[in-house]
């Protein structure tokens, strides 16, 4: 069992790399992915750690694509350092920098007092973001949870929401295949889009090079799992999966077994990797 999508306390989870690993290594897994937003400072304690345990750690990182939806890119097989995708990966950290200080100078509009001092102590100084922002504020008493915090405040269409840069799929896709990584679509009913239209996207997406489509996600049901797997069959897809892993800032998905029904198979990974010799 493995489990390829993770985030640590490098983005926006309250676990660090390494107890990452150690949560892998209590769940039975073989393998781990870690996949933190934009960034892969947390990949090589990580892979200490794992070396360590005797168990795999997988590089990678998720990104935020341009979309009507919610829509990122899983990708895998990324290795920290210089490449055409680690080199976009520290501009998007500076706008994501950029705008956490607009998002600050937000908070004190709306009344919500939240420095930026805090916001990095939260973050243990590195990739702060909106679940920080909340959890800030639940500890201020000003949500009565992370959950809360967002529906009030930081989701999509609320007062304190800000836009973050984005790249375009096919940009994010190429950029990948540049790496000599292989890109995944995350959790595809994010996009929004009924069967339709998101086979279509999906289609798309792949004779683009898109490598996998995550159908074993840790929030999704048996049958939206089943269906979605269907489709990357159609498409040509690897069928990945992962939990989603963010520690205390989504309590209800835990590594390796998401709320406690999820089972990623090792020849997840396998069919992964076949790609990437292809």
């Known amino acids: 069992m493995i489990d390829l999508h993770t985030h640590s306390t490098v983005s926006d989870g309250s676990d660090t790399p390494e107890a990452l690993v150690d949560l892998a290594v209590k769940a039975g897994l073989s393998a781990l992915a870690l996949t933190d937003h934009d960034r892969q ?27 009507s939806g ?10 920290p350092g210089e490449g055409p995708l680690q080199d976009e990966l520290l501009r998007l950290q500076a706008a994501r920098d950029a705008r956490n200080e607009r998002l600050v100078a937000r908070l004190a509009e709306l009344g919500l007092p939240v420095s930026r001092e805090e916001l990095e102590a939260e973050a243990g100084g590195s990739g702060a973001g909106r679940p920080h922002v909340a959890a800030i504020l639940v500890r201020k008493g000003l949500a009565s949870s992370v959950q809360d915090a967002f529906d009030r405040y930081l989701a999509k269409g609320r007062p304190a929401y800000l836009e973050k840069e984005r790249l375009e799929p096919v940009t994010a896709v190429e950029l990948s295949l540049e790496s000599g990584a292989l890109p995944v679509l995350a959790h595809p009913l994010s996009l929004g889009l009924v069967p339709g239209e998101l086979e279509r996207t999906v289609r ?35 069928i990945t999966g992962g939990s989603d892993h963010h520690g205390s800032y989504k309590p209800d998905l835990s590594v390796g077994v998401g709320r406690g029904d999820l089972h990623v198979p090792d020849g997840a990974l396998a069919a992964l990797r076949d790609r990437l010799l292809d």
């Open 70 to 79: 919610t829509m990122h890119l899983l990708v895998y097989f990324l290795e």
């Open 204 to 238: 798309e997406l792949a004779e683009a090079g898109l490598a996998g489509l995550e159908a074993i996600y840790g929030r999704y049901s048996r049958e939206e799992r089943a269906e979605l797997a269907v489709m990357a069959a159609q498409a040509g897809l690897a």
């Open 41 to 67: 400072d947390g990949v090589l304690p990580a892979r200490k750690r794992a070396h360590a345990a005797g168990i795999e750690l997988v590089a990678g990182a998720e990104i935020s694509c341009q979309h």
